[in-house]
């Protein structure tokens, strides 16, 4: 896995996601694995088999996290805010209409809520732009223009 980029709040997302898996649902499995131990032969218990499946999915849940943590650099956007970067908040006009674009890594988008990836065609168009910079974005009905108006 090669090195990603990811933002403050994105890194402190997986933080938290990992200590939960870690110290509460693990728990909660180990719990559930005992309880269903109690009740005899386990190669005709369901629950045990259910509560098995879970603990394999958390634990590997919990390596994922551990091994993107590793591999990420972490930027911050403190600073000027003279050109886009990671974590910018990008208000651009587009047909008209002002739209607001957070840039974030790519496991932290979420593009109905405005967080798009750096990777993206559009994160890529931002990227390193200055305010009142005019980029153009080839979308799936067109080439689409979009003039970027404040960044934060």
Same mark, same amino acid.
């Given at each position: 896995? #090669? ?6 709040? &994105? ?6 996601? %990992?200590?939960?898996?870690? %110290? ?24 045990? #088999? ?7 999915? !958390? ?11 590793? !591999? ?14 990671? &974590? ?17 890594? =790519? ?9 798009? #990836?750096?990777? #993206?065609?559009? &994160?890529?168009? =931002? %990227? ?25």
């Amino acid at each position: 896995m #090669s090195e990603q980029i990811i933002t403050q709040e &994105g890194y402190d997302k997986l933080q938290d996601e %990992l200590n939960y898996l870690s %110290l509460i649902k693990r728990r909660e499995i180990a719990e559930r694995i005992e309880r269903a131990k109690d009740l005899g032969d386990l190669s005709e218990n369901a629950e045990y #088999s259910e509560a098995k499946d879970a603990q394999a999915l !958390n634990e590997g849940r919990i390596l994922e996290i551990t091994n993107i943590l590793k !591999n990420v650099t972490v930027v911050n956007n403190e600073g000027g805010h003279e050109d886009v970067t990671m &974590g910018s908040c990008v208000t651009v006009k587009c047909d008209g209409k002002e739209k607001k674009y957070t840039i974030v890594s =790519f496991n932290e988008a979420d593009p109905i809520n405005g967080k798009i #990836s750096n990777e #993206s065609p559009l &994160g890529v168009a =931002f %990227l390193g732009k200055k305010k009142g910079a005019t980029v153009q974005v080839e979308t799936p009905r067109g080439i689409v223009e979009y003039k970027i108006v404040k960044i934060d």
